[in-house]
């Protein structure tokens, strides 16, 4: 069965540095998005992204995040200059454009020092 | 303000139907509501989507009223492997459109 994969599955990186979050949706799925869960909090929603530019985004997804689809299979979010508080984990979800179901993969798990 | 709402937490046996309602009250009106279990460290994982009234797979229910402000996942005889967190996922209109994720319920499910 196909899978949203993830990479890497752990970065710790220092404040004010640039991180980039890998994503290999499912091969036919169009339609990507990033999520993120701090520990012990609820999933939230920061992007979608179809046809090569961002659908939607949250509050959350202000200019430190960006997102990147750099060929036909990766999907990248980069945040420049790291704070604190974005450690968290972040998922990387798609769908098919004819159904709603989104499919999650395994997260990243990032840890800002 | 846009919101979704859901019980923090349920306990229950093994072999009990366990029901977990979710409430968004300003979802979009051509949205699903999705459901999803998330065990610790591992990304969310799909359970069970519907429109509108009941839909039923090999897992769950799901039960939608009328004015789909609200939707309930039914799991019908639980097991010690259930224990997770469940999230309802709608997309719901505020000022704008927003994919919104429900508090979570963390189901525990005890022999």
């Known amino acids: 069965e196909p899978e949203v994969t993830q990479t890497p599955s752990h970065q710790v990186t220092q404040m004010g540095q640039e991180v980039i979050l890998r994503c290999v949706p499912i091969?036919?799925?169009?339609?990507f998005y990033w999520y993120r869960q701090i520990l012990g909090q609820k999933v939230e929603f920061l992007v979608s992204?179809?046809?090569?530019?961002?659908?939607?985004k949250s509050e959350i997804f202000d200019d430190q995040f960006s997102v990147e689809r750099p060929d036909g299979s990766n999907f990248t979010l980069k945040i420049r200059s790291t704070k604190l508080e974005d450690s968290a984990m972040y998922f990387c979800?798609?769908?098919?454009?004819?159904?709603?179901?989104?499919?999650f993969g395994p997260g990243t798990r990032l840890l800002v020092l | 303000l846009a919101k979704t709402t859901q019980p923090i937490s349920m306990d229950s046996y093994e072999g009990q139907e366990v029901n977990i309602t979710c409430s968004h009250n300003?979802?979009?009106?051509?949205?699903?509501i999705t459901w999803y279990q998330q065990f610790p460290s591992q990304g969310p994982r799909f359970i069970i989507q519907?429109?509108?009234t009941k839909v039923t797979n090999e897992v769950a229910s799901l039960f939608i009223p009328a004015d789909r402000k609200s939707s309930t996942l039914s799991l019908p005889r639980v097991s010690l492997s259930d224990t997770a967190v469940y999230y309802c996922?709608?997309?719901?209109?505020?000022?704008?459109?927003?994919?919104?994720f429900g508090s979570g319920t963390r189901l525990l499910v005890r022999p």
């Open positions: 519907g429109y509108k």
């Open positions: 979800a798609s769908n098919r454009p004819d159904e709603e179901t989104q499919y």
């Open positions: 996922l709608v997309g719901m209109m505020d000022s704008s459109y927003k994919l919104i």
């Open positions: 992204f179809y046809n090569n530019e961002i659908s939607e």
């Open positions: 091969s036919n799925h169009l339609y």
């Open positions: 300003n979802i979009a009106t051509n949205d699903y």
